[in-house]
């Protein structure tokens, strides 16, 4: 079996232990994963927290921490496709999204090396004469970031290469689900020559390396992406060492189609947000809430296309539906859809996952318009599977849409202006698509509210969100100050 290391100071080495790690697509280990214990975890934070302030990192100009960023955006791009594979082999996300989410990757890297030397301090109009005051922005310190499994390149993106250009140092924490990529990603990133300690990669498990890394006193923020139950743990542990945090959490993202929709253009737009990385993504469009005039062919149009999905092997570039990560969501998520159908759901399609090896299970669409409080419409789950929602006015859509405790992502598809004006003033989400879903881009904010966690990544802010400001009073007069104890 193949085997990784944990990336500390600079080196690589095996850890305090190893686990195996699962090939989705057989259900069998493929290799063995180094597990940081609580001693791996803080030599990596006493690493980073000692390249924070070695001038090696310290010292260096903003221009050249941006340099840095860019070498490593040219090795992920060099290296995209090794990388896909790897992403691919331990998760079992399909090829075909791999590659093309890799490959953008380096976008996210080449736009937080540009911002490293813009982001800019402020100069007071101080109310006092002879004094100068501003702002500088400094790095916060020695940044946690931890990240689930899917997505993992993508979602550390969005944390390393902003805390990076802001002069932070990081201990990255992969998931014990699926750690290889990051792993393989440290290896790449070793070669950008970033000063030792600067980026620390380990994995292991929730209960002692997470926790140990969140609770770390030298730990200044967490950037979490996870599940809300997660996130409450980190919350609870930043009690310990007061570091500030960002959650990026779950979604149960509605998907809203007015009879007036473009309808092919909301039917492809669907099946690719709740099915594309086979439903395991944390802004699928996992509600569809649809005007009851259009559902009947609305809802026929999917089932064709729902059938129609190839499902197949991960690494197969014809497959656009692969296994699911892990038994255990498979298994969660057939209990959720049986708990449904038991509540009043409708099958439409899927619902029974195939024999054999791997964690395959089909494109599966529930009516619950008979049922809106089933589990498949209000829990967050890891599966596509589209649970489908009806409504006869505006307002009951936007009831509908807003009949959850996530916030993060929202679909709208309508040709009017003025409703699609209302509709994006009447969500209560991070982001509104308005005629198209799932856009991301590293120059816009991404998060959201409620049970979806708090704080943005992706764009300007996200880096600021790294620094603190230190307020500089100087005074400029050369004239003595006077005793403060003689009266005047
Ligand atoms: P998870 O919360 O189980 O695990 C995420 C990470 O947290 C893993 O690295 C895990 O080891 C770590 N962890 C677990 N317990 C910990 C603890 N006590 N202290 C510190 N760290 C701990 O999430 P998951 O099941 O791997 O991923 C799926 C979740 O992630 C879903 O809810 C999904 O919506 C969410 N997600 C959100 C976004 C977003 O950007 N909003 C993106 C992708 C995934």
């Known amino acids: ?30 290799a063995l994963m180094p597990e940081a214990r609580s001693a791996d975890v803080n030599r990596a934070v006493e690493a980073a927290e000692r ?38 082999r331990d998760t079992g996300k399909i090829i075909r999204e791999t590659s093309a989410q890799i490959a953008y990757v380096a976008d996210y890297y080449r736009y937080y090396a540009g ?22 922005r400094e790095p916060l310190g020695v940044v946690a970031a931890i990240v689930p499994w899917n997505s993992q390149l993508f979602l550390s993106a969005v944390k390393i290469g902003p805390a990076l250009a802001a002069g932070c140092t990081l201990v990255v924490k992969a998931s014990e689900e699926a750690p290889a990529p990051l792993l393989e990603f440290a290896r790449i990133a070793h070669q950008a020559g970033f000063p030792p300690g600067v980026l620390n990669v380990v994995t292991g498990f929730g209960a002692e390396c997470g926790a ?92 064709a296309k729902a059938e129609a999905v190839v499902i197949g092997a991960p690494d197969d570039m014809a497959t656009e ?76 859509a936007l009831r509908l849409a807003n009949d959850t405790d996530f916030g993060l992502a929202s679909g709208v598809f309508t040709r009017s202006l003025t409703r699609a004006h209302r509709m994006i003033r009447g969500i209560r989400a991070g982001i509104v698509w308005v005629n198209t879903y799932r856009a991301v ?4 904010p991404f998060g959201g509210h409620g049970l979806s966690g708090h704080g943005r990544e992706g764009g300007l802010q996200a880096a600021l969100d790294y620094t603190r400001v230190k307020t500089v009073w100087l005074r400029t007069s050369d004239d003595p100050i006077p005793d403060p104890f003689v009266m005047r």
């Open 321 to 396: 539906v692969g296994p699911l990560c892990t038994l255990a969501q498979r298994d969660h998520a057939l209990d959720l859809i049986a708990k449904s159908i038991d509540q009043g759901a409708g099958l439409i399609t899927g619902g029974t996952v195939p024999s054999g090896d791997g964690f395959y299970f089909p494109p599966t669409i529930l009516d619950c318009s008979d049922a809106p409080n089933a589990p498949c419409v209000h829990q967050e789950f890891f599966a596509p599977v589209l649970s489908v929602l009806s409504f006869d006015t505006e307002e009951e």
């Open 51 to 88: 390249a924070f302030y070695a001038p090696e990192w310290a010292g260096l100009t903003a221009t050249q921490r941006g340099k840095l960023l860019h070498r490593l955006a040219d090795l992920i791009a060099e290296n995209a496709q090794h990388l896909a594979e790897i992403e691919t």
């Open 212 to 303: 140990v890394l969140t609770r770390h006193p030298k730990i200044a923020h967490v950037a979490f992406t996870g599940g809300p139950d997660t996130a409450r743990h980190i919350v609870r542990n930043s009690a310990e060492n007061l570091a500030s945090t960002s959650l990026e959490l779950g979604g149960k993202s509605p998907f809203i189609v007015f009879e007036d929709a473009d309808i092919d253009s909301a039917v492809n737009a669907q099946i690719s947000g709740i099915f594309a990385a086979t439903g395991q993504s944390c802004v699928a469009g996992s509600r569809l809430i649809i005007s009851a005039q259009i559902k009947d062919d609305f809802l026929a149009r999917l089932k």
């Open 441 to 444: 881009s590293p120059v816009a």
């Open 115 to 136: 911002l490293a030397d813009k982001i800019e301090g402020a100069h007071l109009p101080i109310d006092k004469p002879d004094m100068e005051v501003w702002l500088r």
């Open 1 to 30: 079996m193949q085997q990784f290391q944990q990336y500390i100071d600079g080196e690589f080495s095996d850890a305090s232990a190893q686990f195996p790690s699962t090939d989705p697509s057989t259900g069998r280990p493929w």
